[in-house]
Every structure is written in structure tokens, then in C-alpha cells.
């Protein structure tokens, strides 16, 4: 935990830079393949340090995030099998210390995309579950690349844009309702979402 901690508290010294933005881009794309905290936090810091940059904070904390899954789907498209089921050295050292990265939940996952496909990944990439995994594993059990594309900017642009928009609104008063719970509104609206497209799928 103190080792999050010191993460933590270095991630948000950035929004006091001259290089706050480009930290963004970097942490976000980071966070969506190996860094173990959300870019949420250093979005909120921007956003309030300059409202009125709203929309550019969160295009670009979106852009890094959609890049990193890029670059996290190619780490499992390219480096995580050593043959046939077999991980790689690479794979072994992300399951060892990766919070969150664990070799029951990668094969879990593969079942998730089997049934779930577009749906897993924007909820992923919606909700506090943790994204990173989702990126290499989709690359690793090879998922159709479009369609991961097209779920992550969608889910990842949705999260940062709504963050960013009702801290322009809202400002500090909104603050400590995101801290708080916006992961949890998050999950819920996601699983409102996808129950009501189930649904549907069941009366057509």
C-alpha cells in the first residue's frame, strides 16, 4: 500500500508542472497495459488547476489511454506465449507483479471475450475493472482488432469526457462524489447498459 501510496502521490505532483499534460498522455497510456492507478486521478487536478481546458485534458488523457491499449494489445498479440499455452518470461513477470494481473483471471477472461466480445471490453474500459488486463489479453487470445478499437475509444472517451465535463460544471463541489463513487456509478450504468441490450436481444 505505501508503495501505491508513493505512486499515487507522484502521479498527482505532475498537475503542478508546466508538464501536466503531457504527464497525462503518458500515465494514461501507461495505465492501460502495466501502471497499476487510474489517470482519473491527474485528470481531476488538471481539469480543476484550468476548467475552462476541460475538453482538451480529456481528448488527451483518452488518447494516451486508447494508445497504451494499442500497445498493450501488442504485448499480448507478440510477447506472451512462449508455445502453446505456454507463457513467456514477460507474462510470468506481469502475473508476478502486476496488481491485479493474475494467471486465473487472464484464462477467466478468455471466456468473457468468447461469450461477451465488444461488451467485455468497454466495460473495462468503463469501470474500475482493471483495463490493463483486458488490452493484453485481448491481443494474447487474439480478439478482433476493430473491434477492440472501436469498444475502447468509446469507453475510454466516455469515462474521461464525462469526468472532465462534470468537473467544468461542478468544479470542487463534485470533487469528493468522484473520489468517492463514480466507479461504482460507472459499473452500474454499464450494467444497466448491457441488461438492457440483453433484453432487447431476448424479446427480438
Same mark, same amino acid.
Request: hydrophobic share 55%; charged share 15%; net charge positive.
Given at each position: 500500500?505505501?508503495?501505491?501510496?508513493?505512486?499515487?502521490?507522484?502521479?498527482?505532483?505532475?498537475?503542478?508542472?508546466?508538464?501536466?499534460?503531457?504527464?497525462?498522455?503518458?500515465?494514461?497510456?501507461?495505465?492501460?497495459?502495466?501502471?497499476?492507478?487510474?489517470?482519473?486521478?491527474?485528470?481531476?487536478?488538471?481539469?480543476? !488547476?484550468?476548467? @475552462?481546458?476541460? #475538453?482538451?485534458?480529456? /481528448? +488527451?488523457?483518452?488518447?494516451? %489511454?486508447?494508445?497504451?491499449?494499442? *500497445?498493450?494489445?501488442?504485448?499480448?498479440?507478440?510477447?506472451?506465449?512462449?508455445?502453446?499455452?505456454?507463457?513467456?518470461?514477460?507474462?510470468?513477470?506481469?502475473?508476478?507483479?502486476?496488481?491485479?494481473?493474475?494467471?486465473?483471471?487472464?484464462?477467466?477472461?478468455?471466456?468473457?471475450?468468447?461469450?461477451?466480445?465488444?461488451?467485455?471490453?468497454?466495460?473495462?474500459?468503463?469501470?474500475?475493472?482493471?483495463?490493463?488486463?483486458?488490452?493484453?489479453?485481448? !491481443?494474447?487470445? @487474439?480478439?478482433? #482488432?476493430?473491434?477492440? /478499437? +472501436?469498444?475502447?475509444?468509446? %469507453?475510454?472517451?466516455?469515462?474521461? *469526457?464525462?469526468?472532465?465535463?462534470?468537473?467544468?460544471?461542478?468544479?470542487?463541489?463534485?470533487?469528493?462524489?468522484?473520489?468517492?463513487?463514480?466507479?461504482?456509478?460507472?459499473?452500474?450504468?454499464?450494467?444497466?447498459?448491457?441488461?438492457?441490450?440483453?433484453?432487447?436481444?431476448?424479446?427480438?
Amino acid at each position: 500500500m505505501k508503495y501505491l501510496r508513493k505512486l499515487y502521490d507522484w502521479m498527482l505532483h505532475w498537475a503542478d508542472t508546466p508538464n501536466g499534460a503531457i504527464a497525462l498522455f503518458l500515465i494514461a497510456f501507461a495505465e492501460s497495459s502495466f501502471f497499476p492507478i487510474p489517470p482519473d486521478a491527474l485528470l481531476i487536478a488538471l481539469v480543476l !488547476g484550468k476548467k @475552462e481546458n476541460w #475538453l482538451k485534458f480529456a /481528448l +488527451i488523457c483518452t488518447s494516451g %489511454s486508447v494508445s497504451g491499449a494499442i *500497445f498493450g494489445y501488442g504485448i499480448g498479440h507478440f510477447l506472451w506465449w512462449s508455445g502453446p499455452g505456454e507463457f513467456s518470461g514477460l507474462a510470468n513477470f506481469f502475473f508476478a507483479n502486476i496488481p491485479g494481473f493474475t494467471t486465473a483471471l487472464f484464462w477467466d477472461i478468455q471466456k468473457l471475450f468468447d461469450v461477451y466480445n465488444f461488451w467485455i471490453i468497454f466495460t473495462a474500459g468503463f469501470t474500475p475493472i482493471p483495463y490493463k488486463v483486458f488490452t493484453v489479453a485481448g !491481443g494474447a487470445f @487474439e480478439v478482433n #482488432l476493430v473491434m477492440f /478499437l +472501436i469498444a475502447s475509444v468509446i %469507453s475510454r472517451g466516455a469515462r474521461f *469526457f464525462l469526468v472532465a465535463f462534470l468537473l467544468k460544471l461542478f468544479g470542487e463541489k463534485i470533487k469528493n462524489f468522484i473520489d468517492k463513487y463514480f466507479d461504482w456509478v460507472a459499473l452500474a450504468f454499464t450494467v444497466l447498459l448491457i441488461g438492457g441490450f440483453v433484453v432487447i436481444k431476448f424479446l427480438i
